[in-house]
């Protein structure tokens, strides 16, 4: 997706080890996010932030941080991931927070 | 608290027909309403923007409507094609910008060739 992109696009990691997601990108939106994806769920908000160091928790935050250093990337890190954490993450961002987002083309992980 | 269904969860066509999908919502009070697309394995691409202040919007064979007071969007899709197979998911957006986008769970649609 054009102006946003995530990294890795898969990845498999064992439990309990710590893992981290970038999102990255380069239309200098103020609002970015992490979602969750999985079958039954839909997408599911883990956190967000409104700007540099600016960050809150969403629904699903437990066992998941983030951090945001410049504009232009937004981490997630899983601190000790369990198999309950794999699902398809999807970055997303937003020029004002209530305009309309733009999604990321998403991170498979799978935890074994 | 607003909630945003789509009905029907899955749909499928012959290829060629006209075909709308609907989403309502239980709070009137939103900014926006936008329209996506996700792909099987894949992330979810804007179709269409809708601002509170517009009735619709039209983007090639697409065409997105909003009536805020009844609290309902429709998605019509003209001529449809085997391409246009995926799900469509809608999600409105309030005036605070605090406040969440809210999904629906979306529609499969199955456009049969």
């Known amino acids: 997706d054009a102006g946003i992109t995530q990294s890795p696009r898969h990845k498999v990691t064992e439990t309990g080890t710590p893992v981290t997601l970038r999102c990255h990108q380069t239309e200098n939106h103020r609002y970015m996010y992490w979602y969750r994806q999985d079958p039954g769920h839909g997408l599911r908000l883990i956190h967000y932030s409104y700007g540099v160091k600016d960050t809150d928790k969403g629904e699903v935050s437990d066992g998941y941080s983030v951090s945001r250093s410049k504009t232009e990337d937004f981490l997630l890190t899983l601190e000790s991931a369990t198999s309950s954490q794999t699902s398809v993450y999807f970055c997303?961002?937003?020029?004002?927070?209530?305009?309309?987002?733009?999604f990321g083309s998403g991170t498979r992980l799978t935890v074994v | 608290k607003q909630e945003v269904t789509q009905i029907p969860a899955a749909l499928s066509v012959p290829e060629g027909e006209n075909l709308v999908l609907n989403c309502s919502f239980t709070?009137?009070?939103?900014?926006?309403l936008q329209w996506f697309r996700q792909d099987p394995g894949k992330g979810l691409t804007s179709l269409l923007l809708i601002q509170s202040s517009q009735r619709e919007q039209t983007s090639g064979r697409l065409n997105a409507s909003l009536d805020k007071s009844s609290g309902r969007s429709t998605l019509y899709i003209a001529a449809s094609q085997p391409g246009d197979s995926a799900t469509y998911l809608c999600a409105v957006l309030k005036m605070n910008r605090d406040d969440k986008i809210i999904f629906g769970k979306g529609t499969r649609l199955h456009i049969l060739p």
């Open positions: 997303a961002i937003s020029p004002k927070g209530n305009y309309g987002y733009t």
């Open positions: 709070d009137s009070a939103i900014y926006n």
